[in-house]
């Protein structure tokens, strides 16, 4: 299980807005077959490890991190072909609380005499799969990055802010991006630093949507950002922008998605279920300061992510947040610490929202 594990990984910001599955088909104490979802979606894990697999499938023991699905989309039911192909016993991570699903994929195992174990490395299944899970209940898995100095500042009092980390914290920045459906940024960082958002030095790799938060779509339209929306996916989220802003954005390979408004600014909650919608799973927010507060403030951060550089700005720099608008600590949102490592030389930190 722990092999269809890190297989499955391979398939996160790859497959949405299906969940990233690993398979591993294990016949007389050796693997014959092994799979993930493909990119795109399909084909799914099991359909790829069975394959591999073949006749020697038959009698075998499957490993799959997520229960197979018992109804038929755009392919056949996976527990069918894992029916179908013979195999003996079928291990299983955690249950798919997909409504279509939800214990249906097991009891057709079942059903068809397959001997069924659950719940086999069941907490780092449900940590992989946490987007798709969030995606069911109408958002997507939210992580927010802030790299800060230790004072929490973004940026000097001129908004010189390349580089606040080193080279080793921005490289494992690109290997995030490319673990999750899409990037997000607000219009000030956009208007500030004209960033690409992709997944850069890593290969050749599937890159994730570039997603631009912005009430009014008041951006330049010849950045480099905008140059590559017809290469790189970029999805504007705006509340009411002029028609011919939204012309004009679209014109150069963007989309734009309209949302309502909130406090005179995008309403967040809202732009999250429609990009749930739109099938993303997992979103990676890089700032800056306001959209990172406003995510806060509307308790939308699942997992926050922090590079701390061992630099001091001072109070004239900016601030990695924005305002919150608390009277009471009561009301600050809490987080649980989980990972904590030195990355060159500066540490970061991952945080659990507790809810």
């Not at 599955?21 to 799914?44: E, F, S, Y």
Request: hydrophobic content about 45%; glycine content about 14%.
């Amino acid at each position: 299980m722990a092999l269809a594990l890190g297989l499955g990984r391979r398939g996160m910001g790859r497959v949405w807005p299906n969940p990233a599955v690993g398979c591993v088909i294990v016949q007389d104490g050796r693997v014959v077959g092994r799979g993930w979802t493909a990119d795109g979606g399909r084909p799914h894990a099991e359909t790829q490890a069975l394959a591999q697999a073949g006749a020697r499938a038959s009698q075998a023991i499957a490993y799959v991190t997520l229960e197979p699905c018992a109804h038929k989309g755009q392919t056949p039911p996976c527990a069918s072909a894992l029916i179908a192909a013979g195999v003996a016993r079928v291990v299983i991570a955690c249950t798919d609380p997909d409504p279509r699903v939800a214990g249906k994929g097991a009891q057709m195992l079942r059903d068809a005499g397959i001997e069924v174990t659950q719940g086999v490395r069941e907490a780092e299944a449900l940590r992989d799969h946490q987007g798709f899970f969030a995606r069911l209940r109408g958002k997507p898995f939210v992580t927010l990055k802030i790299a800060a100095t230790i004072d929490g500042r973004i940026a000097t009092a001129t908004g010189e802010s390349q580089w606040i980390t080193g080279p080793q914290a921005r490289r494992l920045v690109h290997a995030m991006r490319a673990r999750h459906d899409a990037v997000m940024v607000g219009a000030g960082t956009v208007r500030a630093d004209d960033p690409m958002l992709t997944v850069r030095d890593m290969g050749p790799i599937a890159q994730p949507v570039r997603v631009v938060v912005s009430r009014g779509l008041d951006l330049p339209l010849g950045g480099r950002l905008m140059a590559s929306a017809g290469d790189v996916p970029v999805w504007m989220c705006h509340a009411g922008a002029p028609r011919e802003m939204v012309a004009a954005f679209e014109g150069l390979g963007a989309e734009g998605l309209e949302c309502g408004l909130r406090g005179g600014q995008v309403d967040l909650a809202q732009a999250m279920t429609v990009l749930a919608k739109r099938g993303l799973t997992r979103i990676f927010c890089e700032g800056g300061g306001a959209l990172a507060a406003g995510l806060l403030a509307q308790d939308l951060v699942d997992e926050l992510v922090v590079f701390t550089a061992p630099k001091a700005i001072g109070a004239e720099g900016l601030a990695s947040l924005g305002r919150l608008g608390l009277d009471r600590l009561a009301q600050a949102p809490q987080f649980e610490r989980g990972e904590v490592r030195p990355i060159g030389a500066d540490i970061m930190t991952r945080w659990h929202r507790q809810r």
